[in-house]
Each structure stands twice: as C-alpha cells, then as structure tokens.
C-alpha cells in the first residue's frame, strides 16, 4: 500500500478497507485519544461560556430583559399560548407560523413552567446559555475525527468564545442561534463518519489476504454482514437524515444543507462505494443512502412543512416571507433583478457593506475595524479574497486524511456557499444590519473551523515541547477570554439598570396601568410589549401575524387592515410617527397623489389608492390613511410614556 493510501486511514483503491477488521470497524471511532490536557480546554470553553450565562441570569432582570432581542418574545409569546392550549398565535388573536418550530417547542416547556414573565425570561436565557456552551463541544467533536486536537480545540474556543458574531455572547439574541449552532456541529459529524464508515466488500467465502483462513472474529463479523449493503447504507443514512431534519426545524433555511448535504453525499457515493470496477454497486448504494437522508429529514420536518403550507399557504414561516417580500420590493424599486442599478446594490450591500459589517462587529470598535470600514471596496474584496484562501487551504489540509467528498468542513463551506450566495445575492437588504449577522452564524463557524484546520497544526509542528504548546494554549485562551469580557462589560453597561420586574414598569407597567384588561393593541416590534404588558398585541410588521397581514403588506393596505381588525390602541415610538398629526392627516409628508381631502366633510372625499410600490409603507403615510377613513378617529392619549405615543382608534 502507498504511503498516500495509508494516511487516508488504511484504505486501498476506491475507498475499500484493507482489512476485515477494518471493514467493520465503529464508523464513530477517533482517530487520536483525547488527552487530559485536551478535555481540560474544551471543559475550559464550556465553562466560561456558562459563566457568562450565570451573571445574565442571575443579574438585573431589566437587563437581561432589553439584552434578547425583541424577536426573541415572539417566541416567547407563542410558546406560551401553546402551552396554555391556546394554538399557535402571539397576539391571541390571528394565527401566525412567524417561528422556527424547534426552538419554539423547547420554549413551550419553559412556559409550561411559570406564568411570570420575569422568570420566563431567566429560564429561557438559561436554556440559551445551556445550548451555547455546548455548541463549541459538538463542534469540536465533528471536526476533530479529521483534525486531531490541534485542528479542532482552536476551532471550538473561537467559534463559542466571541462576544459580537458566532454566538454573540455579549448580546445574546434569544433567539434559535445557539440550537442551530448544536445541531449544524451534531450533524457535520455524522455526515463525515458516516460517509466514511467502512463496509465489507469480501464474500464470506473469502480467504484471508495472506492465503489463509479467516479468523473466527472475522468470520463472525463476516456473518454478520450477509445483509445486502444497499439496506445497511439506507438504515445509516436514514438515521443521520433524522438529524438534517432537525436541523431544518432549528432554522427552516437550512434546507439548504439539506441540497449541499444530498449533493455532496451523491459524489462520494458514487467516487468511492462499490467494489472496484463495479459501477453499479456504487450507484445502487449512493441512491440508496441519497434516499435514506432524504426520507429521515423528511420524517422529522416534513410535516411542519406540510402544516405551514397547508395552514399558511407556504411552506416556509411568514416571518422569513416577509423578508423575502422586502427584497422583492427593493428589486422592484430598483428596476428588476438585472437591472444595473440593482446589480449594484447587490455589489455593495452583500458583497462590500456586509462582509464589512461583520468584521468590524467581529473586531470590536478598535483602530483596524474603523480602518477597514473606512477602506470600502477595496478592503471588501481583500477580505473575502482573504476568507476564501483560507477555506481553500484548510480543506487541503484535510485532503490529507481522506476524501473531500466525505469531509465535514467540505459540507459546511458547500452549505455556507449556498447560504450566504442566497442570502448576499438575493435576500439581504442592509436593515438592521448589526443585529441581523446572526442569519450568518453558519459562515462564522466555518471561518473559525478553516482557521484552526490551518493555523493549529502549523503551530503544533513548530512547537515541539509539550510545556511550550501548553503555555500556546494557555495564552491563546486568555486572549479570547479577555475579548470576550470586555465585549460583555461594555454591551452590559449600556443595559445597565436598577432591579425590578419589567412588567411593572416603562411602557408595560403604563399599558397595565392605564389601558382596559381586554384591550387590543397594535405595534411594530411587538415582542416585549406582547410579552411584558399582559395584554394581546397584534404584529404590525409582518414577523409573527398570517398570511392576511402579508397580503396587507404586500398591497400597502395595512391601514385597511387595522380597521377591520378588532385592534382599539395603537402604540409607536415616537421617533417612528414623524410629522403625522391625528388632527391634520392629510398634511402628512409622503401622502401618495391619489389621497386627497382634508377636514373631513370640508374640502372633500377621502380616496385611498395602494402604495405605487409594493412593501412596507412608511408609519406617517398608514397613519393618515387610516385616520382619512370616514368610519375611523383616531385620538392621541395623553400622559405616555416619554419615547411613546398611544393612540386610541374609535370607531364609528
């Protein structure tokens, strides 16, 4: 056997074992023992990962209140509504899919738990928290198989340990980002000691190689593979696709891994399997595992699918139909899709504004991010230039060990090309671009993977002391630590606040206060106020209503949506309403020509005509017209909260 041969773990031509009791040996097998030393410092990433958790928990409740993002209270609220038995609605009033339904679900058992919104909050952080930490761990499994410790424990540390990207431990979203982050790791393992798992290709007949007998535990491991491989590679496969299917749930985008996963697995199926020569064994059995990972996701997301399409008239949630509807609505704006001036938002909202964001982000506010920013398109393109490289060279660094086609940085950069070419080419618009890099959460590990494919080994082969690779160790953890606390301490002092319940004050205690038990409300970034004021408030943005509110918004008829709902106060930031005046609506800026009028039965009759562009409409421009319709009135109450203006809708 070739040297090349024996690195890519005892295989001979094609992939096939070597050896019987290679043929049957565990498919989940290390390559290296674990030192102590190793699960020290990954015990060392867990560990401060929860201890970050543990001062968010057990800190302020305001604090950690206003640190998830308030997306994360839409979760919040469903799950309570279905843990009451209520079905799936955040308002308790319209049905609504705007969710990821794994995370979701995990959220129902926390709300099974307590009604208390404060405790809520603490158990679902702690869950966050709990996930986050073990995310690096899955991680560093998935990759060490192929990476020894040297090519997976910096991976682990730099992906869970930064405090603005990946994880975002500093601003913990709340949202699904650290179960997806568990999950994606959890099935880039199997995928790559599945694709890799050795099975026998000898007739039971055989002698040995050496012209002998075989031996009775390969006689016996013999026996116990008469079962016909196709079946075998199907059972294996279906179980792994139980997992993809997870992972779909975690976040529904991720069907993309799902394509990169069935692609990728068909090349190696059909490069390795199979007995040499013998084509169509190896067709046979890549169909065969092509449809076992295919019907396990199926199995476990398919009917979420099923009911979303079904209840929902899609089969993915509102809330990601809303962002596509925007980026629809700016191809639109903008001429088409192969307009040039399309073209050349594409250009500098994926590919220069956004890369950029994210290192700045990464880096912090230090002198380099602010140089890079200001560097354009010229950095942009050294950036990505610089990202790609670096892929490309970690994954010939694994080359080393075996087939790229079986390889589990090979499937997470396939699935990030997937992703983030969908997501810059297609999908991203630049709103809220900072709290947003968590859509790109697949492209951080993959970054961190590829650096410690290349960046480790290299070091460990100029390291030849073991005190001295310690003390490496040791010094590289430190560094990320110390980033990562002081992106806590700043992110946190800005949050700083006095304990107390926030459902008892700002804005949720006033509503409490002030407004009617049964009152319906209506807002944007509906989330905490849903949540903390303890009454029902109807989605004004699109993320957790139906499919009736995205046609609204579609149409730019949400004013006309709002008069037909039972919605009765109204409730903005003030920064949001601009010059709209309830009393003089018809002098709001950005009126399109066909509303016109003025005092009511004065100058004339209100005609209300959509939008001349499709997508969101300005808050002044529904203002108006839904203050223009003769059967409405609206009127502002005074005394909100400073930052706050509350309207009551009456109606005649």
């Not at 890519?8 to 031509?13: A, L, Q, S, T």
């Not at 002998?212 to 279906?238: H, I, N, Q, Y």
């Not at 080994?457 to 073991?466: E, F, G, I, V």
């Not at 002081?486 to 006095?498: E, F, I, K, N």
Request: glycine share 10%; with cysteine.
């Amino acid at each position: 056997m070739t040297a090349r041969a024996q690195s890519r773990g005892g295989e001979g031509r094609r992939g096939h074992a070597t050896s019987l009791s290679d043929a049957v040996s565990d498919p989940l097998r290390e390559v290296t023992r674990v030192s102590p030393l190793e699960c020290v410092a990954i015990s060392l990433v867990v560990l401060v990962i929860l201890c970050v958790g543990a001062l968010a928990v057990a800190g302020s409740e305001e604090r950690l209140a206003f640190l998830l993002y308030d997306d994360a209270y839409y979760y919040l609220g469903v799950a309570g509504h279905l843990a009451a038995g209520e079905g799936s609605t955040f308002d308790g009033v319209n049905p609504t899919n705007g969710y990821h339904p794994l995370w979701c679900g995990l959220l129902v058992l926390v709300m099974s738990m307590t009604r208390d919104p404060g405790t809520a909050v603490r158990l679902a952080a702690a869950l966050w928290f709990l996930l986050a930490a073990s995310a690096p761990l899955l991680l560093w499994w998935a990759l060490r198989r192929r990476g020894s410790a040297a090519g997976a424990l910096p991976a682990a540390a730099l992906f869970g340990l930064q405090p603005f990207v990946a994880l975002s431990l500093a601003r913990p979203n709340g949202l699904e980002t650290p179960l997806l982050a568990l999950l994606l790791a959890l099935f880039l393992g199997l995928f790559e000691r599945a694709a890799n798992h050795r099975w026998q290709v000898h007739k039971p007949s055989e002698r040995d190689g050496h012209g002998g007998e075989p031996s009775a535990r390969d006689a016996a491991a013999m026996s116990d593979l008469c079962t016909p491989p196709v079946v075998k590679v199907f059972l294996l496969w279906a179980a792994v696709g139980l997992v993809l299917g997870a992972v779909i749930l975690a976040r529904l985008d991720a069907g993309l891994l799902a394509v990169a996963a069935a692609v990728l697995l068909a090349w190696h199926g059909v490069t390795t399997w199979g007995q040499p020569g013998d084509r169509g064994a190896a067709v046979g059995a890549t169909l065969s595992a092509v449809a076992g990972l295919t019907l396990g996701a199926l199995v476990v997301a398919g009917p979420v699918l099923a009911w979303n399409e079904a209840r929902f008239g899609a089969p993915m949630p509102v809330s990601g139909r809303v962002v596509a509807m925007s980026a629809a609505a700016q191809r639109s704006e903008l001429g088409g899709a192969l307009s040039l001036a399309h073209l050349k938002r594409r250009v500098g909202e994926g590919l220069v504004r956004l890369p950029l964001r994210a290192a700045r982000t990464a880096l912090g506010e230090t002198g380099l991010s602010r140089r890079l920013w200001k560097s354009g398109m010229a950095g942009a393109a050294l950036l990505l230039l610089a990202c790609a490289g670096l892929v490309v060279r970690a994954l010939r660094v694994r080359r080393l060990h075996g087939r790229l086609s079986g390889d589990a940085l090979m499937l997470l950069a396939a699935y990030c090309v997937l992703h983030a070419g969908i997501y810059m080419a297609w999908l991203w618009t630049g709103g809220e671009a900072r709290y947003r890099l968590y859509y790109f959460m697949p492209e951080f590990m993959l970054l961190a993977a590829a650096a410690s494919a290349v960046a480790g080994p290299w070091l460990m082969k100029r390291l030849a002391s073991t005190d001295v690779r310690t003390v490496a160790m040791a010094l590289g953890f430190f560094l990320l630590t110390f980033h990562l606390s002081r992106g806590v301490s700043d992110t946190w002092r800005l949050y700083a606040a006095p304990a107390g319940a926030v459902a008892q004050s700002h804005v949720y205690g006033w509503i409490r206060r002030t407004l009617p038990p049964d009152a319906v409300l209506g807002a944007r970034d509906a989330g905490k106020l849903g949540f903390f004021s303890g009454r029902p408030v109807v989605n004004l943005d699109g993320l957790a209503n139906d499919q009736r509110f995205l046609a609204a918004l579609r149409d730019s008829t949400v004013s006309d949506y709002i008069a037909a709902s039972p919605i009765q106060y109204l409730l903005f930031g003030r920064p949001w309403v601009g010059e709209f005046d309830p009393a003089r609506p018809w002098a709001t800026p950005g009126l399109p020509p066909g509303v016109r009028g003025g005092a009511r039965g004065v100058e004339g009759d209100v005609t209300v005509t959509k939008a001349v562009l499709p997508g969101q409409e300005d808050l002044p421009v529904t203002l108006a017209r839904l203050a223009l319709r003769p059967e409405i009135t609206l009127r502002e109450i005074p005394g909100a909260p400073d930052g706050w203006v509350v309207y009551r809708i009456l109606r005649r």
